[in-house]
């Protein structure tokens, strides 16, 4: 791997975790508008509402990567641009496909990542997070209630 290679994603890491958070944040944050309503007022425990939200927030994971890889690549390729980094790379004799790819590999990498927590993390998750809502459904009978019905 060259150095180039290596400047680029070191470059795309750092907003890569950062926006990955945020747009997780902002799915959650939605998650608990819908929520909300059901949540307050029923009885439940702190912890049981964690642990619905942490299942959920397994479900929620593929939608928030590809916009955390859109951003973070537009971030890199951003930041490399203002500091003059990609001009140089450019007048360097180096084409835009050869210093695209090492952010192309890495997105091949995560879009594995993601394949593979798609296919044996959410399945698991989605199946705990309705048994929760079930077992909830049937020690909390008023968690089906719903107010102004």
């Given at each position: 791997?060259?150095?180039?290679?290596?400047?680029?994603?070191?470059?795309?890491?750092?907003?890569?975790?950062?926006?990955?958070?945020?747009?997780?944040?902002?799915?959650?944050?939605?998650?608990?508008?819908?929520?909300?309503?059901?949540?307050?007022?029923?009885?439940?425990s702190t912890g049981i509402i964690l642990e619905f939200t942490w299942y959920q927030m397994a479900a929620l994971v593929p939608?928030?990567?590809?916009?955390?890889?859109?951003?973070?690549?537009?971030?890199?390729?951003?930041?490399?641009?203002?500091?003059?980094?990609?001009?140089?790379?450019?007048s360097a004799g180096i084409s835009l496909l050869r210093f695209m790819r090492p952010l192309f590999i890495v997105s091949l990498f995560l879009c594995f990542l993601a394949f593979l927590f798609a296919n044996y993390v959410m399945p698991v998750a989605v199946l705990k997070s309705k048994t929760l809502l079930g077992d909830i459904y049937i020690t909390k009978p008023a968690f089906e209630l719903k107010e102004g019905v």
């Open positions: 791997m060259k150095k180039l290679d290596i400047l680029i994603v070191k470059a795309f890491v750092g907003p890569f975790v950062a926006t990955f958070f945020i747009t997780l944040l902002v799915l959650v944050m939605q998650f608990f508008w819908l929520w909300i309503d059901d949540f307050v007022g029923k009885g439940l939608l928030a990567l590809p916009l955390a890889v859109l951003l973070s690549s537009l971030m890199t390729f951003g930041n490399l641009s203002e500091s003059f980094e990609l001009v140089a790379i450019k």
